[in-house]
């Protein structure tokens, strides 16, 4: 039976290979935009899942610091695929992914472990953002202000890894996407904030372009994801 079951999985591969010739997927390449947290935690997945189907289709990543560049990214046809906030505008054709959660970043033992966060107890601490996320900064602070809070914001810095750094060594608290913050360093507190706040991470193409197949076959994937 081995050999019977061989040779049905190299039909299986040959019928494949000629189903992926017929709709031009048999060479090419996606061009996607994204920022680092994407990039690192999403991507490297979805990649793998599709050039096992497509193993003969290039992925090309690039990084960019913030979601409005991925856009632009877009716009300028630098990329076909880009991740990004929702929502957007109505230039994109767009699909909802996943929603990712602001937490509380808090230094070592400043808070019990089964100990819930106050908007008092947050507020006390001295805040540290990423000055190369204005829109992160500006949805945590529209939330801040809903509840009668403001952001004291005592560390501005130009990387995650830093921020996380400081706030191991207890130097101030911070508010960030789960996925941005990841990996999260031993010792750090997190929570949820007093009240949730979340983010809607979706995927992005120009609407009305005109796109190879191999780039909605990599739509495809991510909707098996």
Same mark, same amino acid.
């Given at each position: 039976? *081995?050999?019977?079951? @061989?040779?049905?999985?190299?039909?299986?591969?040959?019928?494949?290979?000629?189903?992926?010739?017929?709709?031009?997927?048999?060479?090419?390449?996606?061009?996607?935009?994204?920022?680092?947290?994407?990039?690192? !935690?999403?991507?490297?997945?979805? *990649?793998?899942?599709? @050039?096992?189907?497509? #193993?003969?289709? #290039?992925?090309?990543?690039?990084?960019? &610091?913030?979601?409005?560049?991925?856009?632009?990214?877009?716009?300028?046809?630098?990329?076909?695929?880009? +991740?990004?906030?929702?929502?957007?505008?109505?230039?994109?054709?767009? @699909?909802?992914?996943?929603? &990712?959660? +602001? %937490?509380?970043?808090?230094?070592?033992?400043?808070?019990?472990?089964?100990?819930?966060? #106050?908007?008092?107890?947050?507020?006390?601490?001295?805040?540290? %953002?990423?000055?190369?996320?204005?829109? !992160?900064?500006?949805?945590?602070?529209? !939330? +801040?202000?809903? +509840?009668?809070?403001?952001?004291?914001?005592?560390?501005? %810095?130009?990387?995650? #890894?830093?921020?996380?750094?400081?706030?191991?060594?207890? =130097?101030?608290?911070?508010?960030?996407?789960?996925?941005?913050?990841?990996?999260?360093?031993?010792? *750090?507190?997190? @929570?949820? =904030?007093?009240?949730?706040?979340?983010?809607? *991470?979706? %995927?992005?193409?120009?609407? &009305?372009?005109?796109?190879?197949?191999?780039?909605?076959?990599?739509? &495809?994937?991510?909707?098996?994801?």
């Amino acid at each position: 039976m *081995i050999q019977e079951a @061989r040779q049905i999985l190299y039909l299986l591969e040959v019928i494949q290979e000629k189903a992926n010739l017929e709709k031009g997927l048999q060479a090419g390449q996606v061009r996607v935009a994204c920022v680092r947290s994407i990039a690192t !935690h999403v991507l490297p997945e979805v *990649i793998a899942r599709f @050039r096992k189907k497509f #193993s003969k289709i #290039s992925v090309v990543i690039t990084e960019y &610091d913030r979601y409005a560049e991925v856009e632009q990214a877009l716009r300028e046809n630098q990329a076909d695929v880009g +991740f990004t906030l929702l929502p957007t505008t109505t230039e994109f054709d767009t @699909r909802e992914l996943f929603r &990712d959660e +602001f %937490v509380a970043l808090l230094p070592p033992k400043s808070i019990t472990p089964d100990e819930s966060l #106050s908007w008092q107890q947050l507020a006390g601490y001295p805040m540290i %953002v990423n000055i190369r996320s204005p829109q !992160h900064n500006k949805t945590v602070q529209a !939330h +801040f202000l809903k +509840f009668g809070q403001t952001l004291k914001v005592n560390y501005e %810095v130009r990387e995650d #890894s830093t921020i996380l750094s400081m706030v191991k060594q207890g =130097l101030g608290a911070a508010v960030m996407a789960r996925l941005a913050a990841q990996p999260i360093p031993e010792g *750090i507190e997190m @929570r949820s =904030l007093p009240v949730p706040l979340e983010r809607i *991470i979706g %995927v992005a193409i120009l609407a &009305d372009a005109l796109l190879p197949r191999a780039v909605f076959a990599f739509l &495809d994937i991510l909707k098996i994801g």
